[in-house]
């Protein structure tokens, strides 16, 4: 199949683009007077872009037939609405009645002449009064004549100076002339032919009782009587006569009046007749924008593939797409599809103002332009077709409506930032054929009259008109329904009847906005740091609410607020603190403040925390489903309370789309909080820690499983240990030379604290790492205290222990050392050694020495702090350290932490020393404490448990 623009050829005028309105409007004048464009001066120009319609053809046998003295009307009255072609019927008995060129040279005309039963036409004089081409107050020449009326005029055109002078004195005084001097005029230069256009025009300027020079309003109506009476009297003298259909295109009060008044007069003889049938317009515009179809076996095969495929998709489009004869429509019509004109005659034909022929060869040609340049490549022009994005056939149709449709128009329908285009480019079924964009240009086209007809009617489109708007061979109907649906729920000015699901629902456009649009003004009042975050807190609270790896999950919690305790914490961060790959501080410098503070202390536990954080690319659109989700529960509530009263439908609408609303925040939130953030310190001397980031799968079954998922295969939380990664990191960072072991519970602890050590899921995993490595030789022995060198209840290869605060893991060297000296002393049995001063616990074993090796022996004594026989300084050793210290008040918090850290600790890493501290505060007040002061430092002191809290 090919094309329309390959088939049907536009004339060069609408090619270039260089038609005019005004070149539409047939000018009668303008002819007469030899100054119209060729294709209305010239008579043969003409009849070959005229369609004789029905109308016309029995109007000219009419006038062919007065003229011939064989009867015929005198008296013609020429009524339609605007732009009805009544100036262009006219011109069409004009070039009859001249006989500018042989009959035979009109095409149509010579078939015409053999229906009347004639054999020719006789050259008629022929005068053209119109109303636009004189003012009744300011008289006009013609060589030197001066003429004041509109019978002066008559009488000049048909007899020139011996004419003028028949009337020349009724002419002077702007007195009708009467009925028997009218007569006489037109019997002399018969046959003859009076074309009167816009009448009302003329007559409605003379003011009642206000005489002009052209006459009064009254003697102007017994002008037009007495004529018609004449011209019935003359066996070939004939007048047509156009007046406008409606009081609107008559003008002021006056030109209604005026209008009442000649309707009343041509009544009493003319034959009324109404030049243009809307099956007939078909023809019409084919001729005035279209070269003859030269190609008539392609033209068919177009139309007969639209009508199998409107057979195919059956009860999917109207049923007069069923019958026979439709494919003659489609012939009859082509290239433009017959909706088009069936909406432009039926609908917009009802907006006052819009020309039944004029306006719609003006659009038209706009549009073929358009097109044309567009290189359109339709096989029809179907109301899906309309190049809408472009301004000047968008203001060609939106002139004829109420203000308002350019936004409409440029938000809903077409254009590069139209709701219909970025569907397109997201739904690539829908792009391909551009099936948002001719759903909405049909329905423009179908329903934007309505909202400027004066008339009532049934507004709106059904479905299966708007796919007959867009459907073309080769495609299915189920896709641009499914793009109807989808921009119901999209676009902000188009409405619906009823559910959009069912066939018999009607969709319109209107100026004012739907629902959508009181959700897009309500979703304005929303602010990001009180609505909306207090919304999403609730959406990812029922989101994260089946999380189990964690002992807690925080959604939104200050630092403040985040226990600083052993359990395993998910934080969830506020939208403000996001986190992508190119802008990661937000999220970091939320993390690493977390780590280091606990309100307004600091937290010692900063390796139990994760962080999920959002995507800042996902951020504006999770925010705005939100805030969609508030507007329609603010309109549902409203409805509810009475504060807003809209219809049954719309109630529902409202309800369902709240509904949808809610559905979706879970999925976009998920989308949304994407990265797992993780601090960590690879090494203990690390300057500061830092954050690795992980993306979360958010198509996965759940966000919990997927955040387990992450943190065990990154190790990032620890649910199972190996004793040998145990072993590696004691190696590493307790077992010294000088101190072979390291609490068992010590580990834990600063598991907890620092990022660099494991992070264990739960104190029951390093258990279990301990009994599993207790239970071989490899890993390490265990204790329950060392004093004097001595291991209390020291195992290796034992499993058989208890993890508590007093167990000791030992190097696994030491241990077997250890081990096989007690053996040795007990394989030995050897004597009790001499009694010497007691010596104080070394920092490491002793070993039984080791024979024929006295060099080995004092090396391994080296390695592990062998102790010395004791030396005067030993034993004279401290036993108490008293520490005094004065803190300033400004910088207390700092300093309490430092002492704790370099002196408390280290005096505490003997088992067998007895630590106390005590804070002692001294607070004078010269001028007296204030009394919240006084109760508040009470209030605290008995809380934190001071033993001595007086105030003097």
Not at 84 to 91: A, E, F, S, W
Not at 221 to 249: G, R, W
Not at 332 to 358: C, K, M, N, S
Request: hydrophobic residues 40%; glycine residues 6%; proline residues 6%.
């Amino acid at each position: 199949m090919k094309p329309w623009r390959e088939v049907a050829i536009p004339h060069p005028d609408v090619l270039e683009g260089t038609f005019q309105q005004s070149e539409f409007a047939a000018d009668i004048t303008a002819v007469r007077s030899g100054k119209a464009s060729r294709e209305y001066q010239d008579a043969a120009a003409f009849f070959q872009r005229t369609f004789i319609t029905e109308g016309m053809r029995l109007l000219l046998i009419q006038v062919a037939q007065r003229l011939n003295g064989r009867g015929g009307e005198p008296v013609i009255q020429l009524q339609t609405a605007f732009g009805g072609g009544k100036t262009h019927t006219m011109l069409a008995v004009y070039h009859l009645a001249t006989r500018a060129k042989n009959l035979s040279d009109l095409v149509g005309i010579p078939d015409l002449i053999d229906q009347a039963g004639l054999m020719d036409v006789p050259q008629a004089r022929v005068a053209v009064l119109d109303g636009n081409a004189h003012a009744p107050g300011q008289p006009w020449f013609h060589s030197n004549q001066r003429i004041c009326t509109l019978w002066g005029e008559l009488a000049w055109q048909l007899g020139g100076a011996e004419g003028l002078a028949l009337v020349q004195e009724a002419d002077a005084t702007g007195t009708s002339p009467g009925k028997d001097l009218l007569k006489t005029l037109l019997a002399q230069y018969a046959p003859c032919v009076v074309l009167i256009d816009e009448l009302v025009a003329y007559i409605r300027q003379f003011q009642e009782g206000q005489p002009l020079s052209g006459g009064s309003f009254d003697s102007n109506l017994s002008f037009v009587q007495a004529l018609t009476e004449a011209c019935k009297l003359v066996p070939n003298a004939i007048l047509l006569a156009s007046l406008p259909e409606s009081e609107i295109e008559a003008g002021s009060q006056r030109g209604v009046s005026a209008l009442r008044a000649l309707e009343k007069t041509f009544g009493r003889v003319q034959a009324l007749w109404k030049p243009v049938a809307t099956e007939e317009a078909f023809e019409i515009v084919r001729r005035r924008l279209f070269e003859p179809v030269s190609d008539a076996h392609a033209r068919d095969v177009v139309c007969r593939a639209f009508t199998d495929a409107y057979l195919a998709e059956g009860t999917r489009l109207p049923s007069e797409t069923q019958e026979t004869r439709y494919f003659d429509r489609l012939v009859q019509a082509y290239p433009i599809h017959p909706e088009v004109f069936d909406r432009l005659y039926e609908d917009w034909t009802t907006i006052d103002g819009f020309q039944r022929t004029r306006g719609v060869l003006k659009l038209m040609a706009k549009v073929i332009y358009r097109l044309w340049k567009d290189a359109n490549k339709d096989y029809l022009i179907l109301p899906g077709s309309l190049p809408l994005y472009d301004g000047s056939a968008r203001n060609e149709l939106t002139y004829y409506l109420p203000a308002g449709w350019d936004p409409v128009i440029e938000k809903d329908i077409d254009g590069d930032r139209a709701e219909t285009t970025d569907l397109e480019s997201k739904e690539p079924r829908f792009g391909a054929v551009n099936a948002a964009r001719r759903v909405a240009r049909t329905l423009f086209l179908g329903s934007a009259p309505s909202s400027g007809s004066t008339k009532p009617g049934i507004r709106g489109l059904d479905r299966a008109r708007i796919i007959l708007g867009c459907l073309q061979p080769g495609q299915t109907a189920s896709t641009y329904s499914d793009a109807l649906n989808r921009l119901v729920d999209r676009l902000h000015y188009l409405n619906s009847s009823g559910d959009k699901a069912q066939d018999t629902t009607l969709f319109w456009f209107d100026t004012r906005a739907n629902l959508r649009r009181e959700m897009e003004e309500r979703k304005k009042r929303f602010d990001d740091k009180s609505d909306v975050r207090g919304k999403l807190d609730s959406v990812l609270k029922k989101l994260t609410n089946g999380i189990t790896f964690f002992d807690g999950t925080h959604v939104f919690t200050p630092h403040a607020d985040v226990p600083d305790d052993s359990a395993l914490r998910l934080v969830l961060l506020l939208p403000e603190q996001f986190y992508s790959r190119e802008e990661t501080r937000q999220g970091v410098d939320a993390v690493l403040d977390y780590l280091r503070n606990h309100g307004l202390k600091p937290r010692y536990r900063s390796n139990r925390l994760i962080f999920l954080a959002p995507d800042h690319g996902s951020l504006v659109r999770l925010r705005d489903c939100i805030r969609i989700a508030l507007a329609w529960a603010s309109i549902v509530d409203d409805v509810k309370s009475g504060r807003l009263n809209i219809d049954q439908l719309q109630k529902r609408q409202a309800e369902k789309e709240l509904q949808t609303a809610e559905d979706v925040l879970p999925r976009v939130a998920r989308e949304c909080y994407r990265w797992l953030l993780c601090p960590v310190q690879h090494t203990p001397t690390d300057p500061r820690p830092s954050v690795e980031a992980f993306p979360l799968n958010t198509s996965s079954a759940s966000l919990g499983s997927e955040i387990e998922r992450i943190c065990v295969d990154n190790e990032l939380v620890i649910s199972a240990w190996s004793p040998i990664h145990l072993r590696t990191k004691l190696h590493a960072l307790y077992w010294k030379p000088d101190k072979a072991s390291v609490a068992a519970l010590a580990f834990w602890e600063d598991s907890l604290r620092y990022l660099y050590l494991p992070r264990l899921r739960t104190r029951s995993v390093l258990e279990q790492a301990i009994l599993k490595g207790a239970a071989s030789r490899d890993f390490f022995g265990t204790a329950y205290g060392q004093s004097d060198g001595v291991f209390a209840g020291f195992k290796l290869g034992n499993a058989n222990i208890q993890v508590d605060p007093t167990l000791l893991l030992i190097e696994p060297t030491a241990a077997a050392q250890y081990e096989a000296a007690r053996a040795a002393e007990e394989v030995a049995k050897a004597p009790a050694p001499p009694a010497e001063p007691p010596q104080p616990p070394g920092p490491g074993p002793d070993y039984p020495p080791i024979p024929g090796n006295p060099q080995k022996q004092m090396q391994e004594e080296r390695e592990w702090g062998k102790p010395t026989p004791p030396t005067s300084d030993d034993k004279a050793k401290a036993h108490t350290f008293i520490g005094t210290v004065e803190v300033n008040a400004a910088t207390a918090k700092t300093r309490f932490v430092e002492i704790a850290d370099e002196i408390i600790s280290h005096l505490t890493s003997d088992m067998l020393a007895s630590v106390q501290v005590s804070v002692e505060i001294k607070a004078d007040f010269p001028a007296g404490v204030s009394d919240q002061i006084k109760r508040v430092v009470s209030e605290n002191a008995a809380n934190l448990g001071f033993k001595n809290k007086t105030w003097e």
